[in-house]
């Protein structure tokens, strides 16, 4: 039997790149929607399909030229929205109708754990509740993952964040919730390979719980060399420069949010990646350097 086709959105993204993977390792036919011409995901066996996932004729036209009846669908606040909720939500909007138009019949919207329970400053999450509303009341066979603070934050050059050997920083050294965008992609596998278990039903993901120092004895394990855990930028300038990320932080360091716990998400995937193995997976430095000892 030839293998289910999937569409995945924003292929080259953190979460997509890590979702192609997980879902090519399920068994799945990848296909990835890039706006590149240069086949960026094809040395991973990923398919690429030129498209801006934000555009619904680009859309459909990925639909049709790949002929995917499964879709993985994100949207973007901070990038492909530009820091507007309501073009977030046509963004979102357009990738659903699209994928009604299309008979997906599954199709599974990555949102954000409690969503709805954060306060009105947390203004990146307001589209993805608009979202879920607007999927459940779409017609359009779905299953939603909710997923908490990336390990990928701890890696992030493009926000002023580069790992780098001996330190790690976050926008807080408090407890946190964190997950990994490969067990992501690993929780789509499950949910598009068991849909009568999974059509209509919600995930939280929800990988490992410790504040940074836990973090920073994980990455020291892994590396071998002692590590610090250090606050990426003061708490009074995160509160004054990025309001927005301050009060989501307050959710996880205030509230104890989210109310998800990585134990409910191991039942659902035993295997799912703590600190030390995250730092194992991604492999290396933001310079590429290796992280492991003796490699
Ligand atoms: N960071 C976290 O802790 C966290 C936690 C939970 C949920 N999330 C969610 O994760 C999502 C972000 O995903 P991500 O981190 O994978 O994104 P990302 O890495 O920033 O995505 C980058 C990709 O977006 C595409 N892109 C950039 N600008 C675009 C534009 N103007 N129009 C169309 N495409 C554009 C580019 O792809 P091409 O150039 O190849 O087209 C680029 O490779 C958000 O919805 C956020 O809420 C994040």
Partial sequence: ????????????????????????????????????????LASLGVKSVVCNYTLRADLDRAFIQTGAKKVFVITDYF????????????????AIDAAKAAGVQHLVFMSVAD???????????HAKVA?????????????????????????????WNPLKKGVVKFLTTLDCKYCATYDIGRAAAIQLKDPQLWLGKTLDVIGWQGDLSKVAAALSKVSGVPVKAQLAMPIFLR??????????CLYYEVQKGPRGTPEAFKKILPDTLSAEDWFRFHGQYSNGKKIATGV
């Fill in 115 to 125: 969503a709805e329970f954060f306060d009105h400053h947390v203004k990146h999450l």
């Fill in 131 to 159: 979202l879920e509303k607007y999927l459940r009341e779409s017609g359009v066979p779905f299953s939603i993952l909710r997923p908490c603070a990336f390990f990928e934050n701890l890696d992030d050059p493009a926000n």
């Fill in 239 to 248: 509160r004054l420069f990025l309001k927005d990320l301050h009060h989501m």
């Fill in 79 to 94: 990038g492909a929205a530009r820091k507007s909720a309501d073009l977030e939500i046509e963004q979102g909007r357009a």
């Fill in 1 to 40: 039997m030839s293998a289910e086709k999937i569409l995945v959105l924003n292929s080259t993204g953190k979460v997509g790149r890590n979702v192609c993977r997980a879902l090519l390792e399920a068994g799945f036919d990848v296909y990835g929607t890039t706006r590149s011409t240069k086949g960026a």
